[in-house]
Nanobody, 122 residues
Framework: EVQLLESGGGLAEPGGSLRLSCTASGFTFARYPMSWVRQTPGKALEWVSTICAGRGTESYADSVKGRFTITRDEAKNTLSLEFNSLKIEDTAMYYC???????????????RGQGTKVTVSL
């Protein structure tokens, strides 16, 4: 059974930093690209970042490029997302996922954890 457990969310001020982690089990972590997505109430799921298996090529949404960094540790089956220069609009529930699909602007992520909440506020 695939299990993904996110942690590390919390409250931060604009301009601040946070680090999220996701511990994976139930599948061969090293073989899969892994992603972070986020969602705010009433809005569609938004893709944030993906890191490929193997060479670990990273990609980011334009809204977070240059501020967020995705990494993976295959020895620990852990995915991380480091936030810098947080903005109020980064406030969302963040999920890690092993099966993110994007068709146009529609993002799906059926295998994801319970999420961890990030609130950016003064």
């Amino acid at each position: 059974e695939v299990q993904l457990l996110e942690s590390g969310g919390g409250l931060a001020e604009p301009g601040g930093s946070l680090r999220l982690s996701c511990t994976a089990s139930g599948f061969t972590f090293a073989r899969y690209p892994m992603s972070w997505v986020r969602q705010t109430p009433g809005k569609a799921l938004e893709w944030v970042s993906t890191i490929c298996a193997g060479r670990g090529t990273e990609s980011y949404a334009d809204s977070v490029k240059g501020r967020f960094t995705i990494t993976r540790d295959e020895a620990k089956n852990t995915l991380s997302l480091e936030f810098n220069s947080l903005k109020i609009e980064d406030t969302a529930m963040y999920y890690c996922s092993k099966d993110v699909k994007k068709v146009g602007t529609v993002v799906t992520a059926t295998q994801r954890g319970q999420g961890t909440k990030v609130t950016v506020s003064l």
